[in-house]
């Protein structure tokens, strides 16, 4: 089974700062990545996925992917406390069927 | 829509009982799966259902048994509880997965605590 890894944080950054989660991967030959954010008490729900290396943007959030180095990561600029959640990074692993590997999750504190 | 819907919501056993999670999603979805969560160990694939009619073993499978109903429901069983069982379930479905990135979006429901005493 692939392996995600994760800093289990917290991170704690400034309101109106760039939040930086990383995500490193054993499997050089995973293609594809997703984003979760998952609030306190609450179910995982999808930021956003890339397969392709550079920079996939989306609002506040862009999501980084460099396979040479094996690794992902997610900014959130303009970081707002609304942001504070645990971020999870998932790989898709293809043995046959395809299913998410997910990595154990970055919390991100985010003071006013 | 509900998107996935899991009953209960909490429940609390005491250890050798039995129970079912229920899970039904209405997305038209053609793969549902089951995730349990524990603090620092992030989210472990119990079981899974590719398509209506199949299952197949996850991560964790040991001490779990699971019935694909039908393309909507998806439940997983319990059959003699245990307090390593004590754990936050999530059930998920996406569309079906393949070589187009977005079907394999997985959706979840809200989630079951479970406490076995």
């Known amino acids: 089974q692939k392996e995600v890894e994760q800093n289990s944080g917290p991170l704690s950054v400034p309101e109106g700062a760039i939040a930086s989660l990383n995500c490193t991967y054993s499997?050089?030959?995973?293609?594809?990545f997703f984003w979760y954010r998952q609030y306190s008490g609450k179910s995982p729900e999808l930021i956003m996925f890339?397969?392709?290396?550079g920079d996939k943007e989306d609002g506040r959030f862009t999501a980084q992917l460099n396979k040479a180095s094996q690794y992902v990561s997610l900014l959130i600029r303009d970081s707002q406390p609304s942001d504070s959640a645990t971020y999870l990074c998932a790989v898709l692993e293809d043995t046959g069927f395809q299913k998410l590997v997910f990595g154990t999750g970055t919390r991100l504190l985010v003071s006013p | 829509n509900a998107g996935v819907t899991q009953t209960p919501k909490f429940q609390v056993l005491k250890t050798g009982q039995s129970m079912t999670l229920q899970c039904a999603q209405d997305?038209?979805?053609?793969?549902m799966y089951w995730y349990r969560q524990d603090p620092g160990m992030g989210l472990r694939l119990i079981y899974y259902s590719a398509s209506e009619g199949t299952t197949d073993k996850g991560e964790v499978p040991n001490g779990y048994n699971v019935s694909r109903l039908n393309k909507r429901e998806f439940s997983l069983r319990l059959e003699s509880a245990a307090p390593s069982q004590t754990s936050v379930y999530f059930c998920a479905s996406s569309e079906a997965p393949g070589s187009f990135l977005a079907k394999n979006i997985q959706y979840f429901g809200a989630g079951t605590r479970l406490s076995v005493l």
């Open positions: 890339i397969y392709s290396n």
């Open positions: 499997d050089r030959g995973s293609q594809s």
């Open positions: 997305m038209n979805h053609n793969s």
